[in-house]
């Protein structure tokens, strides 16, 4: 049998109607968008139609889309662009302790460049309460950043509450959405964001494609030097096969999205239910918050379990994420799931299960056999 793919939240395939999309770019249209001839300008037209499709997903102009090679360079251009365009004046930067690694190691380097950073803490469910950021706002803020929903536990936090905090005290609004756009409704209107990146390969398109919404009036300092693409902010020769894929994954989420986000409500908790019932409620613990949280997402920690070792053993039939690691023979909670409070004992036995487009009810139900097999065995 091949191996059940509980792990949509660490990537996802590329959709058949993303790869059929890309097609052309493999077998014909290869013009330089820059190009002043027909090839260029089909390859041109591609390109522009692709920003239409992710604008059309985000509720925003075209003009307000830029393509990057992915989802970190996204957040590097959103957090560096704005230093470089504010160096004078405001210093005071604002992230959560749960961000990815492109977020805050980003701003741990810009408090090495004379900028001041408060990290707000999160409750048990992976919350931001608005409050605390209403308590660390200043003067001289430059920008908040916060994560639409948290890509370990799901957490979905309240954007709007926190943009309209910093936009009432004159700060930039960053919001990193690789994990929920395309999982719950994401438009730049109503959360108020400033900027929001993208990730394509979270969204059943590519590797090495993203983007960046920068809304009207926001100006950034470019991280690269060059010829002037994308409207000067990420210069270089487009990445037309890449780009073309992450319009048309834009435009397979923006079909049905309703019914895409209910079915993976019913197999997420069919996944926990089917655990809970064969292991027992009292052996395991639901992780991040019970309602706020993305659809797919089921993040559980099992007492007394090991789960880099659990999912070393059932690697071959399922594949899915610990949340902690071993280093040097200790075990080491996420910081997400430390910045929860998440006691050791609890942590180190975490599972990340995210389910997916091509997730099937009897692919759920055997990995509740197979997990609760190995768990078992492990136990004694």
Request: aromatic share 2%; proline share 5%; hydrophobic share 45%.
């Amino acid at each position: 049998m091949t191996t059940i793919y509980l792990d949509y939240n660490a990537t996802t395939p590329i959709a058949p109607s993303v790869a059929e999309a890309m097609r052309p770019c493999l077998e014909g249209l290869f013009g330089n968008p820059s190009s002043g001839h027909a090839l260029g300008t089909d390859a041109l037209l591609a390109v522009e139609d692709a920003r239409d499709q992710v604008s059309a997903l985000l509720g925003c102009d075209s003009e307000e889309v830029v393509f990057t090679s992915g989802g970190t360079e996204s957040n590097n251009l959103a957090l560096i662009g704005v230093a470089r365009a504010h160096e004078t004046g405001r210093r005071h930067l604002i992230t959560t302790a749960i961000e990815h690694p492109a977020v805050i190691n980003v701003c741990r380097w810009l408090e090495t460049q004379g900028y001041t950073l408060t990290v707000l803490p999160v409750d048990g469910q992976g919350l931001v309460d608005p409050a605390d950021l209403q308590a660390a706002m200043r003067d001289d803020t430059l920008l908040v950043s916060v994560m639409h929903a948290n890509n370990e536990v799901g957490t979905v936090q309240p954007i709007r509450a926190l943009s309209d905090i910093a936009h009432a005290g004159g700060a930039l609004f960053h919001c990193d959405a690789a994990q929920s756009l395309g999982k719950i409704p994401v438009s730049v209107e109503a959360l108020g964001v400033d900027l929001l990146s993208v990730a394509g390969h979270k969204l059943y398109a590519p590797k090495g494609i993203g983007a960046l919404y920068v809304r009207d009036g926001v100006t950034l300092g470019p991280l690269l030097l060059g010829a002037g693409q994308e409207r000067g902010q990420r210069p270089g020769t487009e990445n037309l096969l890449e780009i073309v894929g992450l319009g048309a994954a834009a435009e397979l989420a923006m079909g049905e999205p309703a019914a895409h986000r209910e079915r993976s409500i019913r197999l997420r908790d069919r996944l926990h239910r089917g655990l809970v019932d064969v292991l027992g409620g009292e052996r395991l613990r639901l992780n991040g918050h019970p309602e706020k949280r993305l659809p797919n997402t089921l993040n559980i920690s099992l007492r007394g379990i090991e789960a880099n070792t659990l999912l070393a053993r059932i690697g071959d039939e399922v594949a899915a994420s610990a949340g902690a690691a071993c280093h040097a023979g200790a075990v080491e909670a996420s910081p997400v799931l430390t910045a929860m409070d998440v006691p050791l004992e609890w942590a180190m036995g975490t599972l990340r299960l995210t389910v997916g487009r091509f997730t099937t009810p009897a692919e759920v139900d055997r990995a509740v056999t197979i997990i609760a097999r190995e768990v078992r065995r492990m136990a004694g």
